[in-house]
């Protein structure tokens, strides 16, 4: 994919997380969703049991499931639809899409720039703080447009 093809679509993305940001710092109750809204509802464990077609006991198991993170997508859509609610899975970036590809360009263009640093030390050609920022600067520019296949490696 194309650069420019990337950069809308991580400003599109970030458009939508912006909305989702209150989800960031949500956390669920204690309880888990399922059992705290069907208790709010006020149905029991066997009433939401033949509403999904399943017994109470699995209920039950679907309830700690969701609790130990055991569930699946697929039983939270149906445990859901029988409430009368909307099952929402989304990952939401903990900070914004164009941010996350600055910092790890960062993080490259340091490590790169410090092998090189070594070389020019080596060879006493060292540069001020002020153009070394610059440097580091322009190469973290270049990361972020050019977003080499070695980007995202761990080291």
């Not at 912006?18 to 066997?46: C, D, F, N, Y």
């Not at 929402?88 to 410090?114: C, D």
């Not at 540069?127 to 995202?152: A, G, I, N, T």
Request: aromatic share 4%; with cysteine; charged share 30%.
């Amino acid at each position: 994919m194309q650069s420019k093809h990337r950069r809308i679509m991580r400003e599109q993305l970030d458009a939508t997380f912006k909305k989702l940001s209150v989800i960031r710092t949500s956390q669920p109750p204690v309880k888990g969703w399922l059992r705290s809204i069907r208790e709010a509802l006020g149905m029991s464990g066997k009433q939401m049991g033949e509403r999904m077609g399943v017994s109470q006991p699995r209920i039950v198991q679907m309830e700690k499931d969701e609790i130990s993170g055991a569930i699946t997508l697929k039983s939270m859509r149906q445990a859901a639809e029988a409430m009368d609610c909307v099952f929402v899975y989304s990952v939401v970036p903990r900070v914004s899409l164009e941010e996350t590809i600055r910092n790890q360009a960062q993080k490259v263009a340091e490590k790169r720039f410090s092998r090189t640093s070594h070389t020019m030390l080596l060879e006493n050609q060292q540069v001020s703080s002020e153009e070394r920022q610059k440097m580091l600067q322009s190469k973290v520019d270049d990361l972020v447009r050019d977003m080499p296949r070695d980007f995202w490696r761990k080291e």
